[in-house]
């Protein structure tokens, strides 16, 4: 759940689409969450990032990233390895990506902020935000408050708070945090909602009647769900290798064609099913992507452990036998 634009000096001041100058594109649809490639022997590896914006691009027909997330291994990465992964990502991505919004959570405030500082100097089209979750805030007000010392930072970049309670364990509901809270943080622009509960997610975007935030889902067997209820989008890890088809879910349920939307959804969860039984995660989320799409995303970092070769087979062959709808009609 996982940066990117390509010059040797990053410019200070942004020529970005947020600027004042010209309206804000409305982020919708896939955003691909970002895994971060490492070498075999566990650095950051910037010089695929450009073939794997291409990859994203013209491959998998995904133009908007989320970088530094839960994919991307934001927060096993050094403050100065984002910095470079967001510097890559946006300049790779220049004229080629519509949006990229970098995460800038931590553990510890002095660093959000210095990274939501590092991704407004960069020309960031969005920053997000995890819940910290060592010490964890209790509730909405203490949560706000630490959002909005974050915000305050990019004073002119759209925020997105990263609601993820299975990993960060804050279980605050979404729909308090939306009462007033443009007041308080002006640049708030939407959730990154990676939660089971379609109730809060439903309430959310009840409550968002005028549609002035986005609320992009992030649990992607659930997606068709969450597409039925508002969503505007998505964030997710198999959109980087599944982006293609879920596109066509997405083009299926807009015409409306319910039968035809599932038929996605239903083989998007016989895959993620059959391998969240062999042990699922962002390591196995890189072994398949660099199956995939043959761009060697390498190793996780530890604690994370790479993907065993036997769960790479079975992965492989399990993708390789599933036979989607656009597929078969283009055999007839």
Not at 97 to 109: E, P, S, T
Not at 133 to 142: A, G, I
Not at 270 to 288: D, P, R, S, Y
Not at 294 to 309: C, D, E, N, T, W
Request: net charge negative.
């Amino acid at each position: 759940v996982s940066v990117l634009e390509s010059k040797a000096v990053i410019p200070l001041i942004p020529s970005s689409p947020n600027s004042s100058m010209a309206p804000r594109k409305k982020l919708k649809g896939l955003v691909a969450a970002t895994i971060t490639p490492m070498t075999p022997d566990g650095k950051i590896n910037l010089p695929v990032i450009c073939q794997y914006v291409d990859y994203l691009v013209n491959e998998q027909n995904v133009k908007n990233i989320f970088v530094n997330g839960t994919t991307g291994e934001g927060l096993s990465l050094s403050i100065q390895e984002r910095k470079q992964l967001a510097e890559e990502w946006m300049c790779q991505g220049k004229n080629k990506l519509d949006h990229v919004i970098i995460h800038v959570g931590a553990l510890n405030l002095p660093e959000c902020q210095e990274l939501a500082r590092h991704a407004a100097a960069i020309g960031a089209d969005g920053i997000a935000v995890i819940a910290p979750f060592f010490f964890k805030p209790t509730n909405k007000d203490e949560l706000i408050a630490f959002m909005q010392k974050v915000a305050s930072e990019a004073p002119e970049v759209p925020f997105y708070y990263y609601h993820i309670p299975p990993l960060t364990g804050v279980k605050i509901r979404v729909e308090e945090l939306l009462d007033g809270i443009k007041a308080q943080i002006p640049t708030f622009q939407g959730v990154k909602f990676s939660d089971t509960d379609l109730l809060d997610l439903a309430q959310c975007i009840h409550k968002n009647e005028t549609g002035e935030f986005e609320f992009l889902y992030g649990v992607d067997e659930q997606l068709l769900g969450a597409l039925a209820l508002g969503a505007n989008g998505a964030v997710g890890s198999t959109y980087n290798y599944l982006g293609r088809q879920t596109n066509l879910m997405l083009q299926a349920f807009a015409k409306p064609d319910l039968a035809l939307a599932q038929q996605y959804q239903f083989l998007t969860g016989e895959f993620l099913n059959f391998v969240v039984k062999l042990g699922f995660g962002v390591a196995q989320t890189k072994a398949v992507m660099t199956s995939v799409s043959g761009i060697p995303m390498g190793p996780p970092r530890l604690p994370l452990v790479a993907a065993s070769s036997e769960f790479i087979i079975k992965a492989k062959a399990k993708l390789d036998s599933i036979v989607w709808p656009n597929e078969c009609c283009h055999a007839g």
